[in-house]
Every structure is written in structure tokens, then in C-alpha cells.
């Protein structure tokens, strides 16, 4: 009796203990806890060691899905109770004041948010949120031949959805008129110079660090020129006069403003100059009273080009930060790469479960919540780094393991009959520790349908359990599987399989694949595989993100067509 007792909580510990642990115990923590619950009971550890050493091998020995649904079975609190609800904070921001932060995002609003976005969006908002700052939202739109309307409402929606607040907004283009008086300041202080080289005759120039004749215009002929621009000339750029020696490229007299004839969006034809990134970002960090601003690595060389332009100005200068661009193997986490996939109808739209697009994402079932602690787990490193997407998955297995309902879900049915079998009333429980996700009742009679994989590899005469219901021997195994009804007691060590009756529920699920395998399209990354749920599946809601039991989580939609399911991740 001592001894079963032992082995009871030796066994509960060593399944969670490797469920915490990626499915091997480790002997010295279960032994820590075993004889921890055992104290009071007086027992000896030297009785307790062997039991324990022995139980950790065993439970090493089975897969990570049997280590699970044995402890459901078990012990089911402990298998959530235990899980530290780890609270993501981010490191403090230098040279910050509280109630004097202020951050901003800057979209381009053309095209639809990633998971890239999220993590700036997230950082400048948390930061901002933190020191009890301010948060901009400033629509960077000033290329009229990308941006579109679409795109502003559509980039709101989804900062909405990830639960970002931001106490301003604002367009850059509604600011024109301001850079183009900063333009003609520069102008005026011999600081900038219009321009009408060739692309290709600049970009030689620039590499061979040699200044064009346009540099030496006069400053009269060159206000001249930009009065021109504004109207009606074309073949012009204005570039800064920077360093053509630099070391820096970025220094050698960057462009700040481009002639694009486009009607913009917002501004209509109003405006036919528009400012680069080089100008417009600089100077409205500056005047919109940022003070913390983020960018990404990828502009390190340009932050020379920033801080040089502000000083000319005679402009405040933020206290610039940067992070690493997130990348993720074998998704396209960038707008350019993203948008000529929709509009080449590769994938099925912006919100394809392929896509790391924010809706992308969401429509798959991942939830905000874990973007959220993916984006702050990953922290402001500047290390350049592609990121498995399996990380955000572990983030939103965490959220959804205890609060998706689980349903019965068959890949490939195959007939079980049970002549002798007991009509049944049998209430299941949606989730195994979660008792308000409610339940379902089951009206049993001799038919079922059960995996074909599991039956598979039994053999006539083996015992299975139809999981929560009761036990079964195979009597014969064909087209169809006969089975005998042989009582519902536990019997320890048999394969549990999941059942429906014949009142099943057909469906049809997508599975996301790689979009790209060593930088070629997967023409297989959309997998569709159909199946069978237990007949409760329709009283999902559209929209509700489940658990199949061992398939994965799956978040449903109900059309016209009937339940759909996307697969979320295992
Ligand atoms: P894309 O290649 O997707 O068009 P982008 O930088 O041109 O990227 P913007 O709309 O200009 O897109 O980006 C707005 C903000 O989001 C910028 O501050 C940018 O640094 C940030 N951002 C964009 N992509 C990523 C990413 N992959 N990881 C981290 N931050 C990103
Ligand atoms: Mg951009």
C-alpha cells in the first residue's frame, strides 16, 4: 500500500515535471517534490528514492502527447497550476523621464501590417505607456506612387486589434508646407542644392565619392531652380550637401526631395515634391516632440545622415534607438515582398494563413495576447536575428492550452461497429481542468468511426479505449472494424482513440506550410486534408479557436460551404 502511494505522487510529479520539460523528467526535482508531499506522512526518503527513480525512467520513456493526457487523467490542475504566468516587461529606456517620454510609430500606409510592424508598434506603445508617455501614430505617407487609401484605415483596424491606443494622429503629408520652407532654408543657408543628374550619373558620383557640377550653383540659381520644382520643372531631385568623402555613404548628399507626380491619397494633386525618408523622418521626430524614436538596423548608416540634417536645421535632436528587423524563417515578414504575393494571387488575399500579416495571423488563430509576449520576449536586442515561427507558437499555446475547448476530430474515419454495445447518455467535458468550458453529451449507439491511423497498428484482439466511453476488443478488421463492448473500468497502458458517432460533422482544414522552401515557392504550402468532427462541433462559434485532440488547435469559420477549420499549430 506504501508503496502504490509512493508511486502515485512520484508519477503525478514526474509527468509534469516532463511536460514542463519538453517530455524528460529530471529525477532530482520529482524526488524534491515527492518526498516534500510525503513528509508529513512520515515516510522514509531511502524508501522513496528507488520508487522515484524508477517512475522518472518509465515516464521518460513515453512520448510527450502520452506524458499529457496521462496527467490530465491523473492530475489534471497540475498541469496548468504550475505553469508560471511569466509577466513580460522591457528593459528601461535610457535618458527617460516619466511623463516626458514620447514615442510614435510610422507606417507607410501602403500595404497591410505584419508581425514586424507589431513588434515596433508594440515597443514605441509599451515604452510610451511605461513612463506614462505620449503615443503617436504618424502615417509616414509620402510616396503618392505606393500609398493608398485602404491602407490607413486598414493599418488603424489591425493596431486596434492588437489593443494599441495612441494619443495622436497624424499624416506627414499634411505637413508639406513646413519641409518645404525647412527646404528652403537649407537652400538658403548653402546646405542643400537641386540637382539633375541621371540616376546612374549619381549613383557613379557616389561611388566614386566625386561632386557633380551641380553642387556649385550659386544659392539665387538654386531657390530658383526649387521655385521651378514646385511647379512645373522636371528631372529634378534637391539632395543635401553632405560629405561626397565620406566614409559613410549615406553622407554623400543624400536626396531630400523627389518629384512625384502622382495624385496622393489624401493630398490629391496639391503637392508634386515629396519628401525621402532622410527628411520627413528626421524632421518630424524632431517637431512632433519625439523623444525616444525606433528604427530598425537596417538604417544604422543613415542615422549620421539624421542627426547632421537636424543640426542644419537648427532642430531639436531625438534620442534616437534601434532594434533588430524581425525575420522569420520561410515567411515574407516585409510589405514588399508580402504585397506582390497578393496581388499576383499567390496567396488568397492579405489575410492567408501563409502570410505573417497581421490579419494573416490572426485569421489562423494566433492570438494578440501572444503577440504581444513573443514581440516583448524578444526584447530590444539589436542582434539580427530569423526567428523559428515555433516561438510564437509556444506563446500562443500558452494562452490557448487552458481555455480552447477540445473536440473529437478524425483525419481518416474508418467504420467501428459494436454489436453488444450499451446505448448511452454520456456527458464528456469540454477541457480536462477547465470545468467552465462546460460539457456535451454523447447519444451512443453500436456505430462509431475512429482513426484509421491508430487502428491501424492494432491487432485483432487488442483492447482499445474509445476515449471517455468505454473499452473495446477488435474482433475483426476489414473495410469495417468489428469490435466487442468489454466495460468501461480504466485499464492502465491502452491506447485511447478518439470516436464520433454517426451523427459526425464533416470538415474540411487547411494546414499553412513554408511559403517558401530554399527561396522557391512551395507549391504544397496550403495543404487541405478533410475529416470528420464530433457533431457538437456545430455549436462552435465562427471565429472560436479549439483544440483537436492530437491534430492541434484549429480555429473554425462557418460558411456557406459548411466548417472550415485553420490550423493554428500543434
Ligand atoms: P516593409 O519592408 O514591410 O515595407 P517598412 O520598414 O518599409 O517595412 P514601414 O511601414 O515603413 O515599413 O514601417 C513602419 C515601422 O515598422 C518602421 O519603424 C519600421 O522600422 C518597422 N518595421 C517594419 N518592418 C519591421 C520588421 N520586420 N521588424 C521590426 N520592425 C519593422
Ligand atoms: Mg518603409
Request: charged share 30%; net charge negative.
Given at each position: 500500500m506504501q508503496i502504490e502511494e509512493i508511486r502515485e505522487i512520484a508519477l503525478k510529479y514526474s509527468l509534469q515535471n516532463a511536460i514542463q520539460f519538453n517530455g524528460k523528467a529530471q529525477e532530482k526535482a520529482v524526488l524534491g517534490k515527492v518526498i516534500g508531499a510525503l513528509k508529513e506522512k512520515g515516510y522514509n526518503?531511502?524508501?522513496?528514492?528507488?520508487?522515484?527513480?524508477?517512475?522518472?525512467?518509465?515516464?521518460?520513456?513515453?512520448?510527450?502527447?502520452?506524458?499529457?493526457?496521462?496527467?490530465?487523467?491523473?492530475?489534471?490542475?497540475?498541469?496548468?497550476?504550475?505553469?508560471?504566468?511569466?509577466?513580460?516587461?522591457?528593459?528601461?529606456?535610457?535618458?527617460?523621464e516619466k511623463g516626458k517620454v514620447v514615442t510614435r510609430f510610422p507606417p507607410e500606409p501602403n500595404g497591410y501590417l505584419h508581425i514586424g510592424h507589431a513588434k515596433a508598434a508594440i515597443m514605441d506603445y509599451e515604452y510610451a505607456k511605461l513612463y506614462d508617455g505620449k503615443f503617436i501614430l504618424r502615417f509616414d505617407d509620402t510616396n503618392p506612387d505606393?500609398?493608398?487609401?485602404?491602407?490607413?484605415?486598414?493599418?488603424?483596424?489591425?493596431?486596434?486589434?492588437?489593443?494599441?491606443?495612441?494619443?495622436?494622429?497624424?499624416?506627414?503629408?499634411?505637413?508639406?508646407?513646413?519641409?518645404?520652407?525647412?527646404?528652403?532654408?537649407?537652400?538658403?543657408?548653402?546646405?542643400?542644392?537641386?540637382?539633375?543628374?541621371?540616376?546612374?550619373?549619381?549613383?557613379?558620383?557616389?561611388?566614386?565619392?566625386?561632386?557633380?557640377?551641380?553642387?556649385s550653383n550659386s544659392i539665387e540659381e538654386n531657390l530658383e531652380?526649387?521655385?521651378?520644382?514646385?511647379?512645373?520643372?522636371?528631372?529634378?531631385?534637391?539632395?543635401?550637401?553632405?560629405?561626397?568623402?565620406?566614409?559613410?555613404?549615406?553622407?554623400?548628399?543624400?536626396?531630400?526631395?523627389?518629384?512625384?507626380?502622382?495624385?496622393?491619397?489624401?493630398?490629391?494633386?496639391?503637392?508634386?515634391?515629396?519628401?525621402?525618408?532622410?527628411?520627413?523622418?528626421a524632421v518630424e521626430d524632431s517637431i512632433s516632440g519625439v523623444t525616444h524614436p525606433f528604427r530598425t538596423k537596417e538604417y544604422e548608416l543613415r542615422d549620421e545622415c539624421y542627426f547632421y540634417l537636424l543640426d542644419k536645421l537648427g532642430l531639436r535632436r531625438p534620442y534616437l534607438l534601434e532594434f533588430s528587423r524581425l525575420s522569420i524563417e520561410g515567411m515574407p515578414v516585409s510589405k514588399r515582398k508580402i504585397n506582390p504575393l497578393i496581388e499576383k494571387g499567390v496567396v488568397t488575399g492579405f489575410d492567408d494563413i501563409r502570410l505573417p500579416t497581421l490579419r494573416g495571423l490572426k485569421r489562423r488563430g494566433i492570438t494578440k495576447q501572444a503577440i504581444r509576449n513573443f514581440v516583448i520576449s524578444q526584447g530590444v536586442s539589436k542582434t539580427e536575428a530569423t526567428v523559428s515561427f515555433s516561438l510564437l507558437e509556444a506563446e500562443n499555446r500558452k494562452i490557448l492550452d487552458p481555455i480552447a475547448r477540445r473536440f473529437f476530430f478524425i483525419k481518416d474515419p474508418i467504420?467501428?461497429?459494436?454489436?453488444?454495445?450499451?446505448?448511452?447518455k454520456k456527458a464528456i467535458p469540454y477541457h480536462p481542468s477547465n470545468r467552465e468550458l462546460g460539457e456535451r453529451i454523447f447519444e451512443t449507439d453500436k456505430i462509431f468511426y475512429i482513426p484509421f491511423e491508430d487502428i491501424d497498428s492494432l491487432r485483432e484482439g487488442v483492447i482499445f479505449r474509445l476515449k471517455d466511453l468505454f473499452n473495446i476488443r477488435i474482433l475483426e478488421k476489414n473495410k469495417v472494424v468489428y469490435g466487442e463492448y468489454i466495460g468501461e473500468e480504466l485499464i492502465p497502458d491502452?491506447?485511447?482513440?478518439?470516436?464520433?458517432?454517426?451523427?459526425?460533422?464533416?470538415?474540411?482544414?487547411?494546414?499553412?506550410?513554408?511559403?517558401?522552401?530554399?527561396?522557391?515557392?512551395?507549391?504544397?504550402?496550403?495543404?487541405e486534408i478533410h475529416g470528420i468532427a464530433e457533431e457538437s462541433i456545430k455549436n462552435t462559434s465562427h471565429g472560436e479557436i479549439i483544440q483537436f485532440e492530437r491534430f492541434g488547435f484549429v480555429r473554425i469559420e462557418h460558411t456557406d460551404k459548411g466548417i472550415i477549420g485553420f490550423f493554428t499549430h500543434r
Open positions: 526518503p531511502r524508501d522513496i528514492i528507488p520508487i522515484v527513480k524508477k517512475v522518472v525512467e518509465e515516464v521518460n520513456r513515453l512520448s510527450f502527447d502520452i506524458q499529457r493526457e496521462k496527467l490530465e487523467e491523473i492530475a489534471p490542475e497540475l498541469l496548468y497550476r504550475e505553469k508560471k504566468t511569466k509577466e513580460y516587461t522591457l528593459p528601461p529606456l535610457p535618458n527617460a505606393k500609398d493608398k487609401l485602404e491602407f490607413y484605415d486598414a493599418q488603424k483596424e489591425d493596431l486596434q486589434w492588437l489593443g494599441i491606443e495612441w494619443d495622436e494622429e497624424y499624416n506627414t503629408s499634411d505637413h508639406l508646407s513646413k519641409h518645404y520652407k525647412l527646404a528652403e532654408q537649407l537652400i538658403q543657408q548653402g546646405d542643400a542644392y537641386v540637382c539633375n543628374c541621371t540616376p546612374e550619373e549619381i549613383k557613379k558620383n557616389r561611388k566614386n565619392r566625386i561632386a557633380c557640377k551641380c553642387r531652380l526649387w521655385e521651378g520644382i514646385l511647379s512645373h520643372l522636371t528631372g529634378y531631385i534637391l539632395r543635401l550637401k553632405g560629405d561626397m568623402k565620406s566614409d559613410n555613404t549615406a553622407m554623400r548628399d543624400p536626396t531630400l526631395f523627389r518629384i512625384i507626380e502622382t495624385p496622393h491619397p489624401i493630398q490629391g494633386d496639391k503637392y508634386r515634391v515629396w519628401p525621402t525618408y532622410d527628411f520627413a523622418g467504420k467501428l461497429i459494436v454489436e453488444n454495445a450499451p446505448e448511452k491502452t491506447l485511447r482513440i478518439q470516436w464520433t458517432t454517426s451523427r459526425y460533422i464533416p470538415i474540411t482544414v487547411f494546414i499553412p506550410h513554408s511559403l517558401y522552401i530554399n527561396d522557391e515557392f512551395n507549391e504544397n504550402s496550403l495543404e
